[in-house]
């Protein structure tokens, strides 16, 4: 029970001078990512860099000791920045203290939720969130995310928060952009879209192995705020227009709760709903993927336990909400990282180079840290999903698309609950019309299958139905239809056979659909019986009257239900020996 709740526990006493020396080289290469990244993302919050630092120290110390992942890499990204940013622009002006402690709050009221969900061991809800609209929500969040940088790649001030806000926007400050801004930005583009695949070749013809050049292609980000930094102070680029970070408080985060507002809590609350469940989402596929890959096991709900203790770390720390991190993970797996006190150690080093570095970050550009937000959010789009899941599903495809365009048109907030919402609308319509198929018997087998698609052999008197879904509310009208059409169809009908091979749950709309069944059918003169019932459906059915009441009998397979209904037609689809030794063995 303790290692359950304290999964340290599982890795700390074995862990190993080789474990220790993995560790570092992971934790330092991290480093270097995070604290441009961590600034970055704080700048697309609304926030001040250095809360984007701070939710680097705590959060990772939490996970370390309640993580389940090994390599995963808990900071502040994108997604869950721009989430931020929305949700607190919505009841509070950017910049101002308000929207600060609004952050605050988002991240307390999104680390409560998992925490609360974690240990009631509700990680399934974040099912309803279906991979089309997750992959659609976030190819759109990363196009915004990129939009919503161009004010710092231009010097304009382009503002809005969807593209019907930032393209007019746009064109109203076209003649606002500054040249000094635009040269530096595309030259800091440049670079870093050069440093993700020349870099390491580069480092190689200089004699370099390929997994160090690897790695060291990675600290770009660094090389990227370090040169900007010395060109902004040595050429004095403040005085042609491009705008600097500023001074950044020295030393370590003040601890404490956020001012209490109730009225700002439950306007924060749905907001905070779906921060919680798009950072649990983003980070429980990064670490399952991860941990597949070692043979490794994550722990959904341990996860959750992790990612809301962080968060609440977050909130108490003038930090903002975190999650996994997709760049800085896969940086942290290839490095050889060991274990979460890799993620320690990084804390350790952010917490260092606050006391340190942040004097020296005076002169850092603002377009720098756009630039780097706009290559981290490239590995966020995929315009191809979408043909690819239309061309499967068009169900899906509806959905994925809703997502995108709601997501750009009207913001993060809607985007997503119109995907969830069209995502469960559609399920409930599909599965409202269940697949259902008139089974018959495979000759020379003992095998049923549709009679539209095979060529079987039926009896007149025996009606044969196969249901594809579970029966609950919004399908048990559907059943009880398709059987009285039969029943008015086939005269010669004596027999009425459901066969539940797909059958997993019956719920009580269904159990009363299936006793007006069985009634209407008795008042017609005509028997009910149910084959290839599941055990927990059996388990069911036995607290109910159905069994009880039944005119017919519950056959093992469906098989069993022909052979005693309609002896002559398995005798003569097998043969008279094969058919007695079925029936012998059955």
């Not at 939009?147 to 010097?155: C, E, N, P, T």
Request: net charge neutral.
């Amino acid at each position: 029970m303790l290692k359950r709740y304290l999964p340290i526990l599982t890795w700390l006493p074995g862990y190993t001078r080789n474990d220790l020396t993995n560790d570092a080289i992971a934790a330092a290469v991290v480093t270097i990512m995070l604290i441009p990244q961590g600034m970055a993302y704080a700048m697309l919050a609304g926030l001040p860099p250095q809360a984007g630092l701070y939710a680097a120290i705590l959060p990772l110390l939490l996970y370390a000791v309640f993580g389940t992942s090994r390599p995963l890499a808990v900071g502040p990204v994108a997604v869950v920045a721009l989430m931020t940013a929305a949700s607190a622009g919505a009841v509070a002006q950017a910049g101002s203290a308000e929207f600060h402690y609004a952050a605050l709050w988002l991240a307390l009221i999104s680390g409560g939720l998992m925490l609360a969900m974690g240990l009631f061991r509700l990680g399934f809800i974040a099912n309803f969130l279906s991979h089309p609209v997750i992959s659609g929500f976030i190819t759109a969040a990363g196009i915004l995310i990129a939009a919503s940088q161009l004010r710092h790649l231009l010097g304009a001030p382009i503002g809005g928060k969807t593209l019907p806000d930032l393209v007019p926007s746009l064109v109203a400050n076209i003649t606002s952009i500054t040249p000094a801004t635009v040269l530096l930005s595309a030259a800091l583009l440049a670079f870093l879209f050069w440093s993700r695949k020349g870099a390491a070749p580069l480092l190689q013809r200089f004699g370099i192995s390929a997994p160090v050049a690897k790695l060291l292609a990675k600290t770009a980000l660094l090389v990227a705020v370090v040169i900007s930094t010395l060109l902004a102070w040595g050429l004095g680029l403040e005085r042609f227009g491009v705008a600097i970070l500023g001074e950044i408080p020295r030393g370590l985060p003040e601890f404490g709760l956020p001012p209490v507002d109730t009225g700002l809590i439950q306007m924060l609350f749905v907001p905070a709903i779906m921060i919680a469940i798009v950072g649990y989402v983003e980070s429980i596929s990064i670490a399952q993927t991860l941990a597949a890959k070692k043979r490794q096991s994550v722990n959904p709900d341990n996860e959750l336990i992790a990612l809301g203790l962080a968060n609440l770390g977050a909130g108490l720390s003038n930090a903002m909400p975190v999650t996994g991190g997709l760049s800085r993970t896969i940086v942290n797996y290839d490095a050889g990282v060991s274990t979460p006190a890799a993620g320690a150690m990084t804390a350790l080093s952010i917490g260092a180079a606050i006391m340190v570095l942040t004097p020296l970050m005076y002169f850092l550009p603002r377009a720098t840290l756009a630039a780097i937000i706009i290559v981290a959010v490239l590995s966020l789009l995929d315009f191809r999903a979408l043909p690819r899941t239309w061309a499967y599903s068009r169900a899906d495809g509806a959905a994925m698309a809703a997502t995108m365009l709601f997501t750009l048109m009207m913001g993060v907030e809607m985007g997503l609950l119109a995907g969830v919402g069209l995502s469960l609308g559609l399920f409930l319509f599909r599965t409202s019309r269940p697949h259902m198929a008139v089974v018959g018997q495979v000759a020379g087998t003992e095998h049923f299958r549709n009679v539209e698609r095979h060529e079987v052999t039926t009896d007149p008197a025996v009606f044969a139905i196969r249901v594809d879904e579970s029966l609950y509310f919004p399908n048990a009208r559907a059943l009880e239809d398709r059987i009285v059409q039969a029943l008015s169809e086939h005269p010669d009908l004596r027999h009425v056979v459901l066969q539940c091979t797909a059958v997993n749950y019956i719920d009580a709309s269904a159990l009363e659909s299936l006793e007006a069944i069985n009634t209407r059918l008795k008042d017609g003169g005509v028997t009910f019986h149910l084959s290839e019932v599941k055990g927990p459906v059996m388990d069911q059915l036995s607290r109910a009257h159905l069994l009880q009441d039944l005119t017919g009998e519950v056959f093992l397979t469906q098989f069993d239900a022909m052979a005693k209904l309609s002896p002559d037609l398995t005798r003569d689809c097998l043969g008279q020996d094969r058919c007695d030794t079925l029936l012998r063995s059955a």
